[in-house]
Structure formats: C-alpha cells, structure tokens
C-alpha cells in the first residue's frame, strides 16, 4: 500500500507519531501542505515553517525517501494527492493546538482514503495530569508536581522508509503569502534563523554540555546567549517536547545545576496547553470573567507607537525591535513589553496577542494566550493584578551594562541596522530620532492602579 504522511507542524523525523504509523502501513509520501490563509495569518510562523523545508528534504533524501509540497487549502491538496497517488490512507497529526481539523476527514474519504489523526509528541497526552478531583489544575506550581509523577513516554526513533512507485509532483519549498507578508522584514528575518532537525538536536546537545549550568541566572539577561534557543524548533516541530526531556533527564536526577529551572520552562508549555485544551477561547476571552468589565483601550495610535518600538522606553523599544527584526523576543523582555503595554498603556491584551501571532517565528498559541494573560493579570496564575513591572528597574537589574539596548537602539549598532533594513519604509526608521515617552512611568502606573480599583468596585 502506498500511504501519506502529512507533516503538519512537525517537520522532523525523529519522534514523529504519525510517520512511524505512516510506514508500518506501507511505502510513504512525504507531504507538507503550504496553506495561503495560514501564512496571511501568522506569516512570520510560516516563513520560519518554510525555512525547515529543505533541510527536512535533505534528511529524508539521504534515506531514500523526498519531500512534496503542495499550495492550498488543506482538504483540497490532501483529496488531490490522495487520487494523484492513489493512496489507502494519510497520517497527520491533528491540528490542535494550531488549527482545527473540521473536513478533513470527509476531503480524504472523498478522495477513497482514510485519515489517520495522531496526537503530538508533547510531554503527556492532554488530560494526563488532573487534581485529585479530577479537573485541570489553575496554578502551575502544583501542576508540575504532578507532572513528575506522569511517565513521560520514550521518544520515538525515526522509521526506515519505502519509497512509493511514482513521486507526485511538487512545488518550490517557498510561501510566497508568507514572503509578500514579511515584505522587507523575509530576508533580515531568515539570517537570523537556523533551521533544520539536525541543527535543533545539535543546539539542545550544546545547550546540556554548557549553558544548562548558568540558566537560573542567566535566563533572565538578554545580552547573554542564556537560554537553550529551542523556542522556534519547538514550535514547528524540529524536535519534540519529549525528545528534549528525555535527552535532559539523566542530568536532572544526577542533580546537575539549572537542569530543573530548564525542564520547568518546558513544563510550563504543557500547562498552557492543559489550559487551552480546557478553555479553547483562551485567546479571544479573559479567563477571569470579571476582566472584560476591564477599561483597556482597543487598538490606535498609542499601540502602533509599541509596535513600532517607538514608545521611549529604552528596553520596551529594544524587545519590539528584536521581534521585527528576528521573530523572537527574549522571554524577560517579552514580559516587560507586554506589561507595559497592558498596564503603563492600559491597551487590551489581545492587542499584544494579535502582534505576536504575526511576528513571534516561535509562535505558539497556548503560551501566546496564556502568557499574555498571565501579564494583564486576567488569566490562569495569573502575575497578581496590581504588579507592574517597572520597564527601567527591570532593565537596571538584568541589562545593567545597557549591552542588549545599545545592540538594537544605536543608529550605528548591528541590531539597529537590521531592524531598520526589515521594517517597512513607512515606518522611516532611518530618520527617526528616539521619541520622548509616550505616558511618564510614574503617571502610567498611577492610572493603571486607579483602573483596577475601578475594576474591583464595579
């Protein structure tokens, strides 16, 4: 039989579910569907998505096996593919957390096949870790308590693959969508990049030989090379959540500095997923109900200004600029930009959320949700409200030498050069000196206390 595997989101071969089911089927078509309304929806997701395509090629070249990539709405190209190739049956796994899988199976059993809907490689199946009354936990610090008494199963080795009779015909492994989305911003984005299985694997090997053993420290300093840069392979399925806990965990029981903190972090992606599992309107509706009351501006000019990275703030402006110009944002400054943005500006969450999704390369919509939430104060454990981060005593304490925002604020800095060269001409970077402050720290923090006062009476 020849079989299809669609790789959907999960562009490795290593611990890949629906692969391994694929080829104990028969021989195995290799398929990635390049969906334009994704890449009009997430396009720098999708650039970084197109980025794995041809070293994933290569890895499955090198055992016999190649790549097909087709354009267009999912259930159209699967239902082609299937008659192309007469195919008994297609391999995927099912769409959540990123998408949904109504109609597809119909457009393949249409086509004269079945689908096969296999779940993630996450570190549990969703629904593994409950409270002792069976519902999902709300605080994360019990949640990984439990966790760790969940079996987290063995990743799964790569399958050897048989080659169909005839290959179907396919497309360039570009998003040309995506590409006309980042406009400018495609090239300066793509440098930043290092795509591919392999060199993911090879960042989490370096990662466990070295910087492991600073991470509680040097997680937070976003001038220091701290943290494992797993974020974006995560997210498009270079590796798996399992491969990486599995590969960390004979350091953990030997006790080995910064292993745990690591570990936690990927735990923490877990809970958002729980959450979202739990509450699938975790990106469109406060998880507490009593936050849309909640007097947060919509989107307008005060929100463009934070987009732009033209706010005055020096480390709110910096993050804002590394996320345009490379798809990331260090963790530490994700949080001080969005708090600024929901609390000094008092601009609803889903405003930063709506931002993120089209700029984040290591977009993830349980942890955008979630965390988002988790700063406005209005979600699961969430940060408590009337916190504020103060976005000059957080960069005093973990920029002290000024080294990250001199790097993207300085005309003459290489970071700053990339962002100008990615954002758009409108935005005339090149001739915009730095703005005064768009609302003075001190008054900011009085109003946003002021509305929640007026939250908490009404």
């Not at 996320?323 to 001080?336: C, E, K, P, Y």
Request: aromatic share 8%; with cysteine.
């Amino acid at each position: 039989m020849t079989t299809i595997c669609w790789f959907r989101r999960v562009l490795r071969l290593d611990d890949h579910p629906a692969l391994v089911a694929a080829a104990a089927d028969g021989a195995v078509i290799p398929l990635v569907v390049l969906d334009p309304e994704e890449a009009a929806a997430h396009p720098a997701s999708a650039e970084r998505q197109a980025l794995s395509l041809r070293p994933l090629d290569d890895e499955l070249r090198a055992r016999g096996s190649r790549l097909t990539v087709r354009r267009g709405d999912p259930r159209d190209v699967l239902a082609a593919v299937v008659a192309e190739t007469g195919a008994s049956a297609v391999h995927t796994t099912a769409g959540f957390p990123f998408a949904g899988d109504d109609g597809l199976p119909e457009a393949v059993a249409a086509a004269g096949a079945a689908l096969h809907l296999h779940p993630t490689a996450d570190l549990v199946p969703r629904g593994s870790v409950r409270t002792g009354a069976g519902g999902t936990f709300k605080v994360y610090s019990p949640f990984f308590k439990a966790l760790r008494q969940v079996p987290v199963a063995s990743p799964l080795p790569a399958p050897a693959l048989r080659a169909p009779g005839s290959w179907p015909a396919t497309e360039p492994a570009d998003w040309p969508e995506a590409r006309r989305a980042m406009d400018r911003g495609w090239e300066v984005v793509a440098a930043a990049a290092e795509p591919g299985e392999a060199r993911a694997a090879r960042r989490l090997a370096d990662f466990l030989d070295g910087a492991v053993a600073d991470y509680p420290e040097h997680r937070d300093q976003p001038s220091r090379p701290g943290t494992s840069g797993l974020s974006d392979a995560l997210a498009v399925g270079e590796i798996s959540a399992r491969r990486i806990w599995h590969e960390a965990l004979p350091a953990w029981r030997a006790g080995a500095p910064g292993v745990e903190t690591f570990l936690s972090e990927l735990a923490w992606r877990e809970f958002a997923r729980d959450l979202l599992h739990e509450s699938p309107g975790l990106g469109v509706r406060c998880w507490r109900p009593e936050w849309e009351r909640f007097a947060w501006d919509g989107d307008g000019p005060v929100a463009e200004l934070w987009r732009r990275g033209e706010t005055g703030v020096d480390i709110v402006d910096a993050g804002m600029r590394e996320l345009f110009a490379t798809g990331r944002m260090h963790n530490r400054v994700r949080m001080i930009t969005a708090s600024y943005l929901t609390k000094h500006l008092l601009t609803d969450w889903r405003v930063g959320l709506a931002w993120f999704e089209r700029t984040l390369t290591d977009w993830d919509p349980a942890s955008n949700a979630m965390n988002w939430q988790w700063v406005a104060g209005c979600g699961p454990d969430a940060s408590p409200y009337f916190r504020i981060f103060n976005p000059d005593t957080q960069a005093a304490k973990f920029d002290a030498r000024g080294a990250y925002r001199r790097y993207w604020l300085d005309a003459a800095a290489d970071g700053a050069r990339r962002f100008a060269a990615a954002a758009p001409r409108s935005w005339r970077v090149e001739h915009s000196p730095r703005p005064a402050p768009v609302v003075e720290l001190a008054a900011g923090r009085s109003r946003a206390l002021a509305a929640y006062e007026d939250l908490r009476a009404g």
